[in-house]
């Protein structure tokens, strides 16, 4: 056993780290010995809680991770014991780990080590990844356990990014870990065409959880840089377990090109700052050189981009200009035509729009904007209206710009967005 440190007298940072690095590896494994997904979370979760009262006691283990995956097939015997004595899966765990009682002094045995085999530790972090996006889940469900079980956030974590109560978040846990159960899903890497089709969803999750992480839906800040971190995590590590896949390095290539403009998004005082007056000497380059790589990867497939390849590309034109004048907008224009191809949605249609503007002039996106008028997508949102007043404005119709930049004001639930409609509006009011 090491001592703690001296930073963290408790030993309570140690198991913090641990778990993060570690928590996926260790619910995968023991899903793996024990057949059942739900149980494997409960399991290392046990595991957890002991760590937090017994380092801090006796200090972090050489191995912490194989102590905690110890813990959780000791948990796991003693489970199978009550549900039936003999059990056929009892003894094979018993074989396994040997009946050694309890974990001692907080060491991890010999065996452990062999566990921890690099190619069974993919595989087990991916069938997470996997069931976690599981389709028979509702989207924020599988958001909430992917970040639990992949992403080793608490549940205190996951209320803070996803800003709902605590015990809506342990609530959703529940019943998808219910659902998962009820349904027999399998704690396997899904093959042929139901891994193509399960893969979809697992990189809609991490879209998602970056998309409100880069705009943040509600509150005070316009960045939430935990939850976009976590999504880019995932994605590197997603692009590690299946590169054969071109989409998924299109995903990556995006959250990190898109994450690379952060550092000037927002001012010293918070507020947004827009893309022609962000300091592009503030970009993060090795983001940037990141991004490119990646994309450069989804390319190489040789079978077109796909719909998130496809925004990659277009923010790599903003990455590479050195200003809002000299981006090549044509080529925008025409990758948000390829990306309404192929995958039809307003919300596009309306970034085409905004393309076309500085491209062609807003006479000409303005038609494009009208046409979404009456779309479900924009019912309560304030992108339509604000992109709507932003071109009335710059064709000198103020009357009717402030009409529409007060109704995105009163649709917008970020404080710092807001804040930015509301100085527009003030300006066209004051003439």
């Keep these: 056993m090491s001592g703690t440190t001296a930073g963290d007298p408790t030993g309570r940072g140690a198991v913090a780290a641990v778990w993060r690095i570690e928590s996926a590896r260790i619910v995968g494994a023991l899903a793996r010995y024990t057949g059942d997904f739900a149980l494997a979370e409960d399991l290392a979760q046990e595991a957890l809680a002991e760590a937090l009262v ?11 991770a194989g102590w905690l995956l110890t813990v959780g097939r000791r948990r796991a015997i003693d489970a199978f014991r009550r549900r039936s004595a003999l059990d056929e899966k009892y003894a094979v765990l018993a074989r396994d780990l040997g009946e050694g009682g309890a974990v001692t002094g907080g060491e991890a045995t010999a065996a452990d080590d062999v566990l921890w085999d690099p190619d069974q530790i993919d595989d087990d972090v991916l069938a997470l990844m996997f069931i976690s996006c599981h389709p028979v889940l509702s989207r924020e ?24 109560p605590t015990a809506t978040v342990q609530a959703r846990i529940t019943r998808a870990k219910k659902a998962l159960g009820a349904a027999e899903v399998p704690f396997a890497v899904p093959t042929g065409e139901e891994r193509t089709a399960r893969l979809g969803s697992v990189l809609n999750v991490i879209y998602l959880i970056f998309t409100e992480g880069s705009t943040a839906s509600s509150g005070d800040h316009l960045i939430r840089f935990d939850l976009a971190g976590e999504a880019q995590r995932l994605a590197r590590v997603l692009a590690r ?45 090795a983001a940037i050189r990141r991004g490119r790589a990646a994309l450069a990867r989804a390319e190489q497939a ?19 200009a050195p200003s809002v004048e000299e981006t090549d907008w044509d080529r925008i224009v025409l990758l948000y035509e390829a990306l309404g191809r192929l995958v039809p949605s307003p919300v596009v249609d309306l970034n085409r729009a905004v393309a076309v503007s500085m491209a062609r ?8 904007v009208d046409g979404l008028a009456g ?3 924009f019912a309560n949102s304030y992108l339509l209206p ?27 639930g970020n404080e710092r967005e807001r804040a930015v409609l509301e100085r527009k509006v003030a300006e066209l009011t004051s003439g």
């Design 54 to 64: 017994t380092w801090p006691r006796d200090g972090v283990p050489r191995n912490p």
């Design 141 to 164: 469900a599988r958001v909430a356990l992917t970040l639990r079980v992949v992403g080793g956030l608490t549940s205190d974590e996951i209320a803070k990014a996803c800003l709902v």
């Design 241 to 285: 377990l299946v590169p054969d896949q071109p989409e998924v390095h299109g995903l990556l290539a995006l959250l990190e090109l898109t994450g690379a403009r952060f550092p000037a998004r927002t001012g010293p005082d918070g507020d947004p700052v827009l893309l022609e007056d962000q300091d592009r000497r503030r970009w993060d380059r």
């Design 302 to 320: 040789g079978r077109g981009l796909g719909a998130y390849g496809l925004q990659a590309a277009i923010a790599e034109c903003h990455a590479v």
């Design 361 to 368: 002039g807003p006479a000409e996106a303005l038609p494009i």
């Design 375 to 377: 779309s479900d997508a």
């Design 386 to 412: 604000s992109v709507r007043g932003e071109l009335l404005r710059r064709l000198g119709r103020a009357e009717e710009a402030r009409v529409e930049l007060e109704r995105a004001v009163g649709l917008c």
